[in-house]
């Protein structure tokens, strides 16, 4: 399935407030390019995606328990790449 990238912006879901400019700005953005790329090469379903995410998140949070500040860092990017798997599975 080849999809354009304005094919895949109509099909994803807008919403019309998020807090921050991460949410606003940036998150759709590079969603709607992960997507493409996650339905034009790989098998994924978005349960699929759903769980990594949701197993990403729990390592980030695990990652917050540290007091060493590059595990935390490490949590901050896995927070955000939670955040944005989430975007991806629709």
Not at 37 to 47: E, F, N
């Amino acid at each position: 399935m080849n999809m354009t990238l304005d094919e895949v912006k109509v099909g994803a879901k807008r919403e019309d407030f998020r807090a921050g400019v991460q949410m606003r700005m940036l998150m759709p953005r590079l969603s709607v390019r992960v997507t493409r790329y996650v339905l034009a090469y790989t098998k994924l379903m978005p349960d699929q995606i759903t769980m990594l995410s949701f197993v990403v998140g729990i390592c980030a949070v695990a990652c917050f328990a540290s007091t060493t500040p590059w595990i935390v860092f490490a949590g901050l990017l896995g927070f955000h790449l939670h955040v944005l798997l989430d975007y991806v599975d629709g």
